[in-house]
Nanobody, 122 residues
């Protein structure tokens, strides 16, 4: 089970840190990803991190502004979001996948969190 938190309302240029806590003992066996879905749009990939955190992968739209990292001892993956823009407004979902490496394909992920709302005002 994945529980995402940390969303909220922030002004453009501000920062937020999302957290995704996983239950169970096998967190380190899963690659993790963040996706987002804005109203009226399809879900899109944001960032991914490998099982041990050694590899990361970002969508071009967030590269240089967002950072994904994980703490396997705490069964938690994070998404640090800086320099937020109004177009970052969306519901953000974390996901876990039992594969090696990183992936931007939603179909590769086995488990999904409930989502947390991020709203960036201009």
């Amino acid at each position: 089970q994945l529980q995402a938190s940390g969303g909220g309302l922030v002004q453009a240029g501000g920062s937020l840190r999302l957290s995704c806590a996983a239950s169970g003992r096998t967190f380190s066996s899963y690659a993790m990803g963040w996706f987002r879905q804005a109203p009226g749009k399809e879900r899109e990939f944001v960032a991914a991190i490998s099982r041990n955190g050694g590899s990361t992968y970002y969508a071009d739209s967030v590269k240089g502004r967002f950072t994904i990292f994980r703490d396997n001892a705490k069964n938690t993956v994070y998404l640090q979001m800086n320099s937020l823009k109004p177009e970052d407004t969306a519901v953000y979902y974390c996901a876990a996948g039992a594969f090696i490496g990183v992936s931007r394909r939603a179909s590769n992920y086995d488990y999904w969190g409930q989502g947390t709302q991020v709203t960036v005002s201009s």
